[in-house]
């Protein structure tokens, strides 16, 4: 069992930066590939990106590639998304995820994790 609690949410202008934590409970942290998905108002959740037990392989959306990094700390059983030149149309909610699926796997077939945080909402005004 593995609980999830993210943050680091908030409002940025365009243009800005912010880094999201998501703090994960349980012994065997280390061995989940681990996900930030986003949903936006209306629409339905999406992948933003992935990261593999060790850190070493790394999945990107088309739509943040170049402007997100996805990391973690085993020690700290946290993982990381630091974002960068945001524009309006990443707010979102913004979920962390932990699955035991390959993080390609994970990357190409949806939303389908085994655990879910609750969520921290970002807003990137105009």
């Known amino acids: 069992q593995v609980q999830l609690v993210e943050s680091g949410g908030g409002l940025v202008q365009a243009g800005g930066s912010l880094r999201l934590s998501c703090a994960a409970s349980g012994r065997t942290f280390s061995s989940y590939t681990m996900g930030w998905f986003r949903q936006a108002p209306g629409k339905e959740r999406e992948f933003v990106a992935a990261?593999?037990?060790?850190?070493?392989?790394?999945y990107y959306s088309d739509s943040v590639k170049g402007r997100f990094t996805i990391s973690r700390d085993n020690a700290k059983n946290t993982v990381y998304l630091e974002m960068s030149s945001l524009k309006p149309e990443d707010t979102a909610v913004y979920y962390c995820?932990?699955?035991?699926?390959?993080?390609?796997?994970?990357?190409?077939?949806?939303?389908?994790?085994?655990?879910w945080g609750k969520g921290t909402l970002v807003t990137v005004s105009s």
């Open positions: 990261i593999s037990w060790s850190g070493g392989r790394r």
């Open positions: 995820a932990a699955d035991n699926r390959d993080p390609a796997v994970v990357a190409g077939s949806g939303v389908g994790m085994g655990y």
